[in-house]
């Protein structure tokens, strides 16, 4: 027996509160869950600041990724015996579903942003780099890595393993709507998973669904669209992320205009030049920024100091409707009222806008593209799930966007000019914004 | 209308995946959350170590210190012209209930135990110190946060109140059992609290249960005992916990002993010290305690670093069931062994114990009284719980007690002198240990 | 205190698997449930032939009549002290919340469409006839059964009480959805009802949804569009209730060519002569339906004997999909090939079309007008809810439409004429009819 | 390939809201499932009377049936390629677990009583008779049916398989525990049976736990100590039982002094005068005594019509606890009282008593011999629970019994003679009796 095939002695299981229990037999999925590259993904929340607002969401990527890898355990299950079903694909299947998040870094929404990082490199470092996660994937056989990673950028030549890691129905998304609906306690998100893993059926390049199970996918689509409006696009989880953001970019500023911190921000000092090694990025997770953030309430900087204070004592903005179309005037003014009030509107005024396409059919040549779900008819057609859903042809490639303008309301009510206050306050909240 | 009445605009409520809502419409509470002596316990793990073994368990003691308040909420809404019940008395409990877990620490139980702290005691500095949280409840009334504090320690003289806040069956209790059931995901835990509220009945100087709610009552009983034999004493807990524990000894040492930390720990040298102020004590949260730890995995000290890797990486010790009366020759030999095969069994021989009493009736003058459960009969006179259920009486009063001897099993198999392993892997694993 | 106001000495609760519980305080309300015509309802399914297909749908008309009330007990409960509510009008909702259902027969579907009855009209006769339950409302005050009946039959004058009882998204919709999606198991039907009733606010003359609860109500919608699809119009269910109905339409026939029964079907006897006393009506049960179906297992009637027969073993009529535009001449064809077969084509090839309309605005002068949801706006306006919800704009006013051909496959497979059989079959199945 | 082993051409699912799906593979049981005999369970009610106190309790044997059959599909799913386990009893135990209520009929407890029946002497007789059923398993092999008759009698030589459909953990007891639970609502019966699941091993000749699943069993006989006495044994539910019991013993007592029904009860004549075919036995669903029960309303005789009118309308009788050997002398004066006061004692005065032994060892040659549940420790020898366990040794053996006299409270308050009734009421309610 090889270690590729090397069964644990005995099963075994994770306790999991959204799927019941996580199984685990092949020891190379223990191995790699016990590596420190893993066991780090404990330390960096899947919600980034959505605990903020849904006190619950305090769950991590360790969390999501082992319920990632055990939805493709469960496809893979009834995939076996099924034409099309290469059995041999399946450790590679799990290996990059459960690998699949590994890049991810703390609050990695607004890392990515100031520092112009990409989670999906670094996932494609830990996984082909020296680390403990690369050298157990090439104890399974040389070049094993490569074909995780390759699954995971979604250039591996077997677009039927690719899919089932990656497509608008992945189990990526199964776990996180999922789970994320579990921890922040909200009824949307739900939808059932058992009977969409009961109709994927395995075709030569993706997973199809049975047009018996449509329902059930309408479900999903409809649970992912009220997930986004409802918990990851919530105005004040965005207010949080707005206020980490300019933290960043101050920190960063600073360092650039050799600004002198009380103590040295080592762990920063690379994403700053822009220049993280792999083994930095390693390091920082949420409890270093916290860490930072801490000490940075105590730093002479007087916007460092009062941002990191309201992060960490959830101290926000309060938020405005914003029409980027119709208002900017109405912006161009604030921001001349706020330097009239002594403000900074760089890190006092920001707009911010979130959007989503809760599904879309193939547009080829379109920025992303996205795959399209597919039906298999009982003749064996496939169809295309908008084609077939009057529910999802509503909704098909409708982005929606949402702008806010964000502002610390604290700040503009302790202007001592009345008049500048006023003229504030009055662009602000004074219209019918509805 | 005073600060003590005042009433929100409109009601908040928090989304909770236990109670499904938080309701707060009470100025002085809203107040309160927003304290950053209570958003930091955001940063503070309900559970500690248990992550470790139930990895749903992440949640925060912000998160159970809200679902205290809210079935302390419920339960006086219940009382509302009741006999007995004093209305005035609304806001002390609701405020005893949201803050009284205020003066934990991370990972308490270790670091209380290492460097003899009492996360009471803080709570009650936090309560009567220069703080924010102070602030707020003196604005109630000048003596409101004394009162608050008496609550919490049990000295207040309204006896009612107190026993709100903590019998054997208060709201800090039910709320635990069944928030960690849930983030955990094990079955144990679950009761029929609605119920249990519905029968509760405020006396002059304790709440007592209608007895038709005894069955309730019974399975609140054997969900705690089970709470704590499944997940609160899981071993493998118990090995992160032992490390940790281990982790601070050695950092205390080795400061006492005047070794050069790479990076001198602010954050601990009053804990080292003895000598902790409240402003310090209030810095330092899990992810400062992370901080260090990730550090001190590059520390010059071979046992802090190799701990400090442990813990970060969950690479634990393992155990092996150790009874006190009979083997403390083995304990002894082992001991020696570990000497000759040069490890310090200060720090890799530990014997931990847990034991729980799931209930017990009163006994005067024992160390920790506890008050009973009186169960109210349809004739209007009390009963203790344990002389009218069975299932309670069987286990009252009967203190369970469980040890394990944790080790670094990949350190023994290390071992270089092939005689000493085997008598020390003879020792541990061969003997018939059911 | 009169007997309107008279509450219970101690509330009364039943235990709910839906709600958790349902409160009973108020005198009439606990008499109201005595009576033999409310007990009755637990003689009659709430879903009629549903079980058929999912086995957990057993639950009866009793128990959802007990959530529509508890949920109006709710939403009056947040009503109280609110601009426009009149808590007088307190009993009224509660009552015909209460009793809305209570002119439902067995199968109520069937019965009605072969009999041409209206259970909303023997709903009336039972509030306002010799009932016991007139005799409880009238003790409330003379008159009050009569107000009760209009606010059933939405003709009283207070049309935010009607609405309450009947719109779009009244207390009888909520509570079906989510006892139907709990008793067959379906993951549909559930969405956040304790939102729904935290956003519903009382204007003069209907019930709105404060707009920041926008994403619950579609969340409802979507539940009621799946559940109908997914549930209520299951093809399996369907073909139940075809038999059911054919049943009767032949037993009715028999009766009118003066079959003789071998035991006379006394509880039919007005029902086929179209004469029904509300006296005969009550006495109709499920119970009593079953035994005659069981009796007529064994009657000379061929026809009779084989429907009762399938549809108390659950030997069913087949089906395929039917086009009603394209596929008359194939329905013409397959009528003239079961007469040369000798097989009944009244009874055994049936036309069944289901369809639903999930949302609808107002259309004035439309055959069934109705009331549409509106969102009151921060600004206080109202907003028609598909003017604001993308997803619930989709569905607006798209009637969806099923129409299904269902015969008994096993008769025709025992055809004798091979050719016969062969061009039926050919038409059934050999076309692509996806 | 035989019918034995024929698989359906698609896995079949049914929908079920405790197991999520009940899977159905085998040709065999789908046939079965199909027969009259077992479709007949629809129409009997699993818990009979209970949906009087617990009104979601109105869930029927089908159901139950279904999720039996579920368990044990999975048990065995778990045992294959396990030491001790042939996988040729397969069949064998899916077809046990499927009918081994099939004898059933409606309100067992009270019509075995009354007409001295026994539903497992019917389900003997329905596997091995003239039946659907006994064709279908006689297709399997000839024999087959005896073997499975066997099973279900607890006779069959291969007792790992008798151990698995009857024993002190089986399929049966897991299932009507979490059935119950969840159609009634009740919070107990809540235990995780995916662990008990794992954790069963087959030996020789029974179905052992492994010790590291101690505490899931212990939560288990909990669950089913909580279920007896909070729902099954529920006084209310037992006043409608006292009353069933009491019209079934008037009928027959009518019957035998020639009394004159209105309707001859057909489907009763061989039930009082007893002697029963199987043929009579399958008729009597519940539908049929409710209808017998309706009719029965319009008797002349005055104590059948009360009691039928009670049992249909929910007119219960009241009820007092009762201590048989303190207070035989007051229930001697009582029943004086009643025939001085024209009621007749021997319907109007019932003494009923439930007891439960939540779990015991064996006790060779006692009555009922209950094997134990077994734990086969780590180092592979079995220790019985109870001595391992010390909730379970506390409840081990213990019967617990109640007592309460039933009466209608209600014709007590109506008789005229003012002495006696102020005798009686003094009797029953001036006593403390708690």
Same mark, same amino acid.
């Given at each position: 027996?090889t270690y ?6 005995e099963?075994?299981? +994770? ?5 019941a ?8 999925i223990?191995?790699l869950?016990?590596?420190p590259?893993?066991?780090?993904l ?23 990724s ?15 015996g099924?034409?099309?079903w ?19 870094? =703390? +609050? ?5 942003? *100031? ?32 074909? *995780? ?6 250039t591996?030549?077997?677009?039927l393993?690719?899919?089932?890691? &990656?497509s608008?129905?992945d ?16 009824s949307?998100?739900?939808? %059932? @998973?058992?009977?969409i893993?009961?109709v994927?059926?395995p075709?030569?390049?993706?997973? *199809?669904?049975?047009?018996?199970? !449509? ?6 689509? !409809?649970?992912?669209y009220? !997930?986004?409006?409802q918990?990851?696009?919530h $105005?004040?989880?965005r207010?949080?992320e ?12 600073l360092y650039? &205009?050799?600004?002198q ?5 080592t ?10 090694s ?10 270093v ?15 460092l ?5 309201r992060? !960490? ?10 029409? =980027?179309?119709k208002?900017?005037?109405?912006? @161009?003014?604030l ?5 009239d ?5 760089d890190?006092?005024?920001?707009? %911010?806008s ?9 547009? $080829?040549?379109?920025?992303e ?5 597919h039906?298999?008819m =009982? ?7 908008s ?6 042809e ?7 966007? %949402?702008?806010k303008?964000?502002f610390?309301?604290? @700040? ?10 006023? %003229?504030?306050?009055?662009i602000?909240?004074?219209k019918?914004?509805?």
């Amino acid at each position: 027996m090889t270690y590729k095939n090397e069964q644990l002695h005995e099963e075994k299981v +994770f306790k999991d509160p959204v799927h019941a229990y996580v199984h685990v037999r092949d020891r190379v999925i223990w191995d790699l869950i016990a590596t420190p590259e893993f066991q780090r993904l404990r330390r960096i929340k899947q919600l980034g600041t959505t605990n903020i607002t849904f006190h619950g969401a305090e769950h991590s990527r360790f969390n999501h990724s082992l319920g990632v890898y055990e939805i493709v355990r469960r496809i893979i299950y009834n995939f076996q015996g099924r034409p099309h079903w290469n059995n041999d694909q399946r450790l590679l299947c799990m290996c990059a579903a459960l690998l699949h998040d590994l890049g991810h870094g =703390p +609050f990695s929404h607004s890392f990515e942003k *100031v520092f112009k990082l990409d989670h999906e490199y670094f996932t494609q470092q830990i996984i082909l780099g020296d680390t403990y996660v690369n050298k157990v994937l090439e104890r399974v056989s040389p070049g094993f890595a490569q074909e *995780v990673a390759d699954v995971i950028a979604k250039t591996h030549s077997d677009k039927l393993v690719v899919s089932l890691i &990656s497509s608008q129905i992945d189990a990526d998304r199964m776990d996180y709507l999922l789970r994320d609906a579990y921890y922040t306690g909200v009824s949307y998100g739900h939808f %059932d @998973m058992e009977r969409i893993l009961r109709v994927m059926r395995p075709i030569e390049d993706q997973v *199809v669904i049975k047009s018996s199970g !449509m329902h059930a996918v309408e479900d999903y689509i !409809m649970s992912r669209y009220q !997930m986004y409006w409802q918990v990851y696009f919530h $105005p004040v989880t965005r207010s949080a992320e707005v206020i980490l953001t300019k933290i960043l970019h101050r920190a960063k500023q600073l360092y650039e &205009s050799n600004y002198q911190f009380k103590l040295q921000p080592t762990h920063f000092l690379t994403f700053f030049s822009g220049d993280v090694s792999l083994e930095e990025y390693l390091k920082l997770d949420e409890s270093v920024v916290h860490y930072y953030f801490q000490l940075w309430q105590e730093e002479e900087d007087e916007i460092l100091r009062d941002l990191c204070e309201r992060f !960490m004592n959830r101290r926000l903005f309060k938020y405005v409707e914003f029409n =980027p179309n119709k208002q900017i005037g109405d912006l @161009m003014r604030l921001i001349q009222l706020f330097k009239d009030a002594g403000i900074d509107s760089d890190y006092y005024l920001v707009v %911010d806008s979130s959007s989503d396409l809760p599904y879309d059919f193939y547009r $080829p040549g379109e920025e992303e593209e996205r795959l399209p779900i597919h039906l298999v008819m =009982p003749n064996g057609t496939l169809k295309e799930l908008s084609r077939h859903s009057d529910i999802v042809e509503a909704i098909s490639g409708k982005k929606r966007t %949402d702008h806010k303008l964000y502002f610390p309301k604290d @700040m503009i009510y302790a202007i001592q000019d009345e008049e500048i206050k006023q %003229d504030i306050i009055g662009i602000l909240f004074s219209k019918e914004r509805i």
